[in-house]
């Protein structure tokens, strides 16, 4: 599915008036970022699966702390 088809999707989903009370909060958001991508130029959403990395971490989570200086695992909480 392209992102311009979810964004056709998302825009004529219907629901009743208790699962739109419930899910209209995050819908938007899903629009929202659906309308970003859209307007990036970005056609079709790539969804990758969790790496294991050198130190068996798992995601980019990990990655991005270390890079950001926020040190993971086990030697950081004993340090502080």
Known sequence: MT?????????????????AAIADKI??????R????????????VARSPRVHAFGRRGAAHSIGDFAGFASGRRALRAR
């Open 3 to 19: 992102v311009a088809q979810a964004r056709e999707f998302m825009g004529h989903l219907e629901l009743s008036v208790e699962q």
């Open 27 to 32: 819908l938007e958001e899903i629009r929202q």
């Open 34 to 45: 659906l309308l970003f991508l859209d307007e990036v130029g970005l056609e079709y959403p």
